[in-house]
C-alpha cells in the first residue's frame, strides 16, 4: 500500500530484527548507508522502524543494505483489518455511467458538442451512445457534471431522446469494448421518450428529483426513479409554510426598509431545518436574491477558514474567488482604519506579508476578540453603497468553532444596524441550548415535528407504493423527518422497523458487504467529512469506492469528498465499534495525519492508545504555543493531562498554567501554575515552575506574593546552578523595584541577571537583562546610555523572533528617543509598540505605550490624536485598576487640557493625578513630575510655588530619573508663566546640573536662555525666531515661546 505522495509503512519489527542481526544501532546503521552510498538518514530509520510511513526511494535503500526485497519489508495491514472489522475482498472496477438513446442518428453530433468531454471513454452503436467516467479518475464535481449534461440533453433533444444514468460494476475489458450490451439497449427501450431514469446511487446523492417509480413489478430496478436533474435539491418539502411566511416577512423588511435581523431556525437533530433553509434559499434564488452560504461540520478535517473567510469577505462585497492584491488595495484605500487591516486580511484569508504574520502570530486570546469585534464593526459601517442588501445562510452553526461563533456574534448584534440578515440552523439539544446574551436579540423559529397528513405525504414520496412500510414508519418516526427517511430505507432491508436511529443504523450495518461495512466504520472515525484517498488508505485499496454506502443514504458526495448524510448517522457508526476496533482504526488514522495534520496526528495516536500517545500530544502542544496558537495548544494539553503518567503530572499541569496565562486568563493559570509547584518531584523542573507561578501574581499586583516565590526559586536553582533560571529570577526581581525609584537594588538585580545569562549562554535572558539595565539608566535619567541598552536588547529581540520580550520594551525604546530628539521615530516605534502589545494582549504595555505616543502628540501640538490615546489608555488602565498608570494618563490630561486653554480643567485633572500618588506612596515613581505639571497650569502665583516646593522635596529621595528632567523642564515654563527671573536661572541651573547631558536638555536649556533674555531685553527677534524654528523642526511645539506670552503677566 502506499499513499498518494509516495510513503508507504514498512514492517517495523521486521526492520529491528535484520538491524539487531547485523549488529547496529540506529546511528550505526545510518553512518554504514552514508559509507555505502545508500541515503537513507537517522531520521528515516526511525521513523521507519516505528511503523510510520517514508519515502518509496528509501524503502529501496533500506532492502538494497539488508540485501531483502522492498515487498517484504512493506507493512501489509490488510491482516489487521480483516481480522477486526471485515473481510476485504477484491473489489471491482466502478463506472459511472450515461446511457443515451437517439430517435435519429443525425443528433449525435448535437450530443457530442453538448458533453464537456470530461468522460473516461464514449462508445456508439448507431442510435445508442454510451459515455462512462471511471471512478479513479474522477474528482468530486462528476456527478454535477453528469446532472447538468443530462438536464442540457433533456431541454435540447426533449423527446427525441431518453437515457438513463447508473453507477456499476464494470469489468475493464468492457471499457475498450466499442459496442454497448444488450442489456443497455432492452432497459433503454423500457424508458419513455423524453425521460431520464437513474438509480438509487444518484437518487440519494441528491443528484436527480424523482418524479415517479421506474419498473415496479421488477424487483432488480424496485429503486430506481424517473428523475429530473433540472434542480439538485432533491429532498422533498411538505409544511413549513408559517415558518416560510415568517422569513419572507423579514426579507421584505430587509429590503424595502434596509432593515437588517438575525433569525435562527431552531430544533432536533434531523428535525429539518436544513431542508426548510435549503427550501428558502430556492425562493431567494428565485428572486434574484442569493444568498451567501455557509455550511459548517461537526468534525474532521476541512478548511475550518474557509466559512469565515466567506463570511467577512461577503460583508464588504467580496467573492471567494476575488484576486488578493485586489481585496488589499479595496481596504487599504477605504475608510477603514489602517489599525483593522491586518486583522481584516487575515479574516479574508489573503496572505499575510512576513511582518504581518509576525504581529498576528503574537496575538493573545483576550485581544484577538476585542480586536475582531472592533474590525467587524469598521467593515460593517464602511461598506460600499453598492453592496446593498446581503442575506448570509448558516447551516449548522452549532458545530463551529469559536473564531465563526465570534463573528457570527458580532455581525448578529449589529445586524439591526445594517441592511444584513442573518439566517442560522442551530441544534436545542446541543451547547446553543444555553444560548448566549446576544441571541436573545435574534427572532427563533423552532420547528416542531411533522403532524401525520404531511409525515404520510413525505413517506408516500419516498416509498411510494408500500403503504404497510409507510404506516409502520410514519408511526414510529413521529413526525421526525430523519427518522422516517431512514425507516424507510432500512424497510427495504427486512420486515422489521427499528425504534432508533442508533438501531436504524446497526441494521444496515449488519446487511452491508464486508468492503462497504470496514469503509463506514473507517470514513466515522476520520470524521463527519472524509476522502476517497482516506477510506482506500484504510481498506489498502486503491480502487475501492463506496457506492452501495451511497446507494442505501448513509453518506452522500461533499465538497471535500464524501460526507454522512447526517451526523447522528456518523455518531450512530462510531458506537458500533469494538475498543479494539476504535484502537485499530485510529492507529491508521494517526498514520494518515502523521506528516498532514499534527493535532489530528496527536488525537488519533491517543485514541489509538499508542504508548507514545503523551509524548505526542505533548510534542504538538509545544509547536502550537511556540506559534502562538494557544487554543489549540491548550486543546492537546487537556487531552494530554487525560493521560499524564504520574511522573509527568507536574510538567502537562505547568503547560496548561503557561498556556492559559499566554491567552490572558491570568487568574485561571494560577490554579494550574500552583498545583505543578506542588505536586512537582523533578528538583531540577522545580525552580522554572516557581519562576511560572510569580508571572501571573505580578501581573495581578499581588508583589510581597511574587517576590517570596522568586526567593523560593532562587533558593533551588543556586545550589544546582541553573544559571538560566537564576537570570529570570533577578530579572524579574529587577522589573518589581523599577517603580519603586530603588536603583541600586533595580541595577543590582539586573546585572545579576547579565551574568548568569552570559553563564547559561542564554539569549533570551540577556535580551530581558539588557533590558532591565536600559530600565536603570533610564532610572537615572541618562537616556542615551539606556537608548543603547534597550536597542541591543531588541536587536537580540528581532534576531531570534522574541516577540514577547520585544512587546514589553520597544515602548521604553520610544521613551528615550524622545530625549534624543527623534521624535517622528519615538512615536513609529510608540506606535508600533501599542499594535503589539495589542496583539499579544499586554494590556499594561499597550497603557504605557499609549501613553507614550500621547506624550509625543502633545508636543507636536496634535491634541485630538494624543487625546485618542490618553481615552483609550485611561479605559484600559481603569479596567485594570493600575493606579500608578491613571496617575501618568491624569498628568497628560492636564497637559491636553492647559493647551485647549480650559484651566479648570487642567487643574481638576492634575489634582486628581496627585491625590492617587499621596494616596499609594508613588512619589518616587511620578510624584515630582506630576508637581511640576500642577505648577505649571496653575493661575495662582502660591499654589504655583507650593507646589514647586513639593516637588523639590520628593526629589531630595531617590526617584526616577524622568522627574527630574520633566521637573525641572517645566519648572522652567513655570518661572515663565511668573515672569520670575531668579526662580528660572534656578531651575536651568539645576536642568544643567542634575540631569545627564542630551539633545532635549540641551533644547530646554537653550530655551531657558532665550526667555532670561527677553525677560532682560537683551533678546533679539532674531534670536526668538532661530529658538522657534528649532522647536518646530524638533517637532517640540509647545515649547516655542510668543512674544505674546511676554506681556501677558507682569515680571516679578
Known amino acids: ?47 521507519a522502524e516505528s511503523g510510520s510511513s517514508i519515502l518509496y526511494r528509501t524503502a529501496k535503500e533500506l532492502a538494497k543494505f539488508y540485501d531483502v526485497s522492498v515487498e517484504s519489508l512493506i507493512q501489509n495491514s490488510a491482516p489487521d483489518l480483516q481480522k477486526e472489522l471485515a473481510t476485504v475482498p477484491e473489489y471491482k472496477r466502478q463506472v459511472l455511467r450515461l446511457a443515451i438513446e437517439i430517435s435519429d442518428e443525425n443528433l449525435r453530433d448535437r450530443v457530442e458538442e453538448l458533453n464537456d468531454k470530461s468522460y473516461s471513454y464514449y462508445h456508439k452503436d448507431g442510435n445508442f451512445l454510451e459515455f462512462g467516467w471511471l471512478t479513479n479518475s474522477s474528482d468530486e464535481f462528476v456527478f454535477e457534471r453528469m446532472r447538468r449534461l443530462c438536464a442540457m440533453l433533456q431541454f435540447t433533444l426533449k423527446n427525441q431522446i431518453r437515457l438513463f444514468v447508473e453507477a456499476s460494476e464494470s469489468p475493464t475489458n468492457q471499457i475498450d469494448n466499442q459496442s454497448i450490451e444488450s442489456a443497455t439497449k432492452t432497459l433503454l427501450n423500457q424508458v419513455t421518450w423524453g425521460d431520464i431514469v437513474a438509480c438509487p446511487c444518484f437518487v440519494s446523492s441528491n443528484c436527480a428529483r424523482p418524479r415517479n417509480v421506474f419498473l415496479p413489478e421488477n424487483p432488480d430496478y424496485r429503486d430506481w426513479r424517473i428523475v429530473s436533474m433540472c434542480q439538485v435539491q432533491t429532498d422533498y418539502f411538505v409544511g413549513r409554510q408559517s415558518e416560510l411566511s415568517q422569513l419572507n416577512t423579514m426579507v421584505a423588511d430587509l429590503y424595502q426598509h434596509g432593515k437588517g435581523t438575525t433569525v435562527c431556525l431552531t430544533g432536533m437533530a434531523g428535525i429539518g431545518k436544513t431542508r426548510l433553509l435549503h427550501k428558502f434559499i430556492d425562493m431567494l434564488d428565485a428572486q434574484h436574491r442569493s444568498p451567501v452560504r455557509l455550511q459548517v461540520l461537526n468534525f474532521g478535517v476541512v478548511n475550518s477558514l474557509l466559512p469565515t473567510v466567506k463570511l467577512i469577505r461577503a460583508l ?5 474567488n476575488d484576486d488578493h492584491a485586489d481585496i488589499r488595495q479595496r481596504i487599504a484605500l477605504s475608510p477603514i482604519a489602517s489599525s483593522h487591516h491586518l486583522f481584516i ?13 509576525r504581529l498576528l502570530d503574537v496575538m493573545e486570546h483576550a485581544s484577538r476578540q476585542r480586536a475582531i469585534e472592533e474590525s467587524i464593526i469598521a467593515l460593517l459601517t464602511h461598506r460600499p453603497a453598492e453592496s ?55 427572532q427563533t423559529i423552532a420547528l416542531s415535528p411533522l403532524n401525520m397528513d404531511e409525515s404520510i405525504q413525505l413517506a408516500n414520496w419516498m416509498a411510494p407504493g408500500n403503504q404497510d412500510a409507510i404506516q409502520r414508519c410514519v408511526e414510529r418516526a413521529s413526525g421526525h423527518p430523519l427518522f422516517l427517511r431512514q425507516s424507510l430505507l432500512c424497510s427495504r432491508l427486512g420486515n422489521t422497523v427499528p425504534e432508533s436511529m442508533e438501531h436504524l443504523v446497526m441494521v444496515q450495518l449488519c446487511k452491508l458487504d464486508s468492503n462497504s461495512l470496514s469503509a463506514i466504520k473507517a470514513a466515522s472515525v476520520f470524521g463527519q467529512c472524509f476522502s476517497l484517498e482516506q477510506l482506500q488508505f484504510i481498506l489498502n485499496d486503491d480502487n475501492y469506492y463506496p457506492k452501495t454506502l451511497l446507494e442505501v443514504g448513509l453518506i452522500k458526495h461533499s465538497d471535500q469528498g464524501f460526507m454522512f448524510h447526517h451526523d447522528l448517522i456518523c455518531s450512530a457508526v462510531q458506537k458500533q465499534l469494538s475498543e479494539s476496533e476504535k484502537q485499530l482504526l485510529n492507529e491508521h488514522c494517526a498514520k494518515w495525519f502523521e506528516e498532514r495534520d499534527k493535532k489530528q496526528f496527536a488525537l488519533h495516536s491517543k485514541r489509538a492508545k499508542c504508548k507514545d500517545a503523551f509524548t505526542i500530544l505533548i510534542k504538538s502542544a509545544k509547536e502550537y504555543l511556540a506559534s502562538f496558537q494557544f487554543e489549540q495548544a491548550l486543546e492537546l494539553i487537556e487531552e494530554a493531562i487525560e ?50 507561578l510569580a508571572n501571573p501574581y505580578q501581573v495581578v499586583d499581588a508583589i510581597d506574593k511574587a517576590l517570596s516565590i522568586l526567593q523560593t526559586a532562587q ?44 553563564k547559561a549562554n542564554c539569549d533570551k535572558a540577556k535580551a530581558k537583562a539588557l533590558s532591565g539595565l536600559g530600565d536603570c539608566e533610564y532610572l537615572r535619567g541618562n537616556m542615551t546610555n539606556a537608548y543603547n541598552n534597550f536597542r541591543q536588547s531588541l536587536s537580540i529581540c528581532e534576531e531570534n523572533q522574541f516577540l514577547e520580550i520585544e512587546a514589553s520594551n520597544r515602548y521604553m525604546l520610544a521613551s528615550t528617543l524622545i530625549y534624543q530628539l527623534e521624535t517622528s521615530q519615538a512615536l513609529q516605534q510608540s506606535q508600533q509598540s501599542a499594535t503589539l502589545a495589542y496583539l499579544t494582549g499586554n494590556r499594561r504595555a499597550e497603557i504605557v505605550s499609549r501613553l507614550t505616543a500621547a506624550w509625543i502628540l502633545l508636543d507636536f501640538n496634535a491634541l485630538e490624536q494624543a487625546d485618542n490615546e490618553i481615552t483609550m489608555a485611561l479605559s484600559i488602565a481603569e479596567e485594570f485598576n493600575a493606579v500608578r498608570f491613571i496617575a501618568c494618563l491624569m498628568e497628560a490630561k492636564a497637559r491636553l487640557k492647559w493647551y485647549q486653554n480650559k484651566p479648570d480643567e487642567a487643574k481638576a485633572f492634575i489634582d486628581k493625578g496627585l491625590n492617587l500618588v499621596e494616596e499609594n506612596n508613588l512619589q518616587a515613581f511620578i510624584g515630582p513630575w506630576l508637581c511640576g505639571t500642577k505648577a505649571m497650569v496653575s493661575p495662582f502665583w502660591q499654589e504655583a510655588r507650593e507646589a514647586l516646593d513639593t516637588g523639590e522635596q520628593w526629589l531630595a529621595q531617590p526617584c526616577a530619573g524622568h522627574n527630574h528632567l520633566r521637573f525641572y523642564q517645566q ?17 536651568q541651573q539645576q536642568l544643567k546640573s542634575q540631569c545627564e547631558p542630551s539633545p532635549w536638555r540641551d533644547l530646554y536649556l537653550n530655551q531657558a536662555d532665550v526667555m532670561l533674555a527677553l525677560l532682560t531685553n537683551n533678546s533679539s527677534e532674531a534670536q526668538l525666531d532661530a529658538f522657534n524654528q528649532q522647536v518646530k523642526q524638533a517637532n517640540i511645539l509647545q515649547a516655542q515661546i510668543s512674544t505674546d506670552e511676554l506681556n501677558a503677566m507682569p515680571v516679578f
Open 1 to 47: 500500500m502506499s499513499s498518494k505522495d509516495g510513503r508507504l509503512p514498512l514492517n517495523g519489527d521486521l526492520l529491528k530484527q535484520l538491524r539487531k542481526q547485523k549488529g547496529l544501532s540506529q546511528e550505526k546503521l545510518a553512518e554504514q548507508c552514508a559509507e555505502e552510498r545508500l541515503y537513507v538518514s537517522l531520521s528515516s530509520i526511525k521513523r
Open 388 to 442: 446593498k442588501e446581503l442575506i448570509v445562510a448558516i447551516e449548522d452553526l452549532h458545530w463551529a468553532n469559536e473564531l465563526l461563533l465570534t463573528i457570527v456574534q458580532i455581525v448578529a448584534a449589529q445586524s439591526h444596524r445594517f441592511p444584513v440578515m442573518l439566517v442560522l440552523t442551530f441544534r436545542s439539544e446541543n451547547h446553543l441550548l444555553n444560548a448566549p446574551d446576544w441571541f436573545q436579540t435574534a
Open 643 to 692: 493521560i499524564v503518567p504520574k511522573s509527568e503530572t507536574a510538567y502537562a499541569l505547568n503547560l496548561k498554567g503557561n498556556c492559559l496565562y499566554s491567552m490572558g486568563k491570568v487568574k485561571e493559570c494560577i490554579h494550574f501554575l500552583e498545583q505543578a509547584a506542588n505536586h512537582n518531584t523533578d528538583s531540577t523542573a522545580s525552580s522554572q515552575y516557581f519562576i511560572d
Open 971 to 987: 519648572g522652567i515654563r513655570t518661572a515663565w508663566n511668573l515672569k520670575d527671573r531668579t526662580l528660572l536661572a534656578n531651575y
Open 316 to 320: 464588504f462585497g467580496f467573492g471567494e
Open 715 to 758: 533558593d533551588i536553582s543556586e545550589p544546582s546552578k541553573q544559571y538560566a533560571q537564576l537570570s529570570e529570577v533577578h530579572s524579574m526581581r529587577g522589573n518589581i523595584l523599577f517603580p519603586t525609584g530603588n536603583i541600586e537594588a533595580c541595577e543590582l538585580e539586573h546585572q545579576k541577571a547579565l551574568e548568569y545569562s552570559q
Open 345 to 357: 486580511y487575515w479574516l479574508m484569508g489573503l496572505k499575510l506579508h512576513e511582518s504581518e504574520q
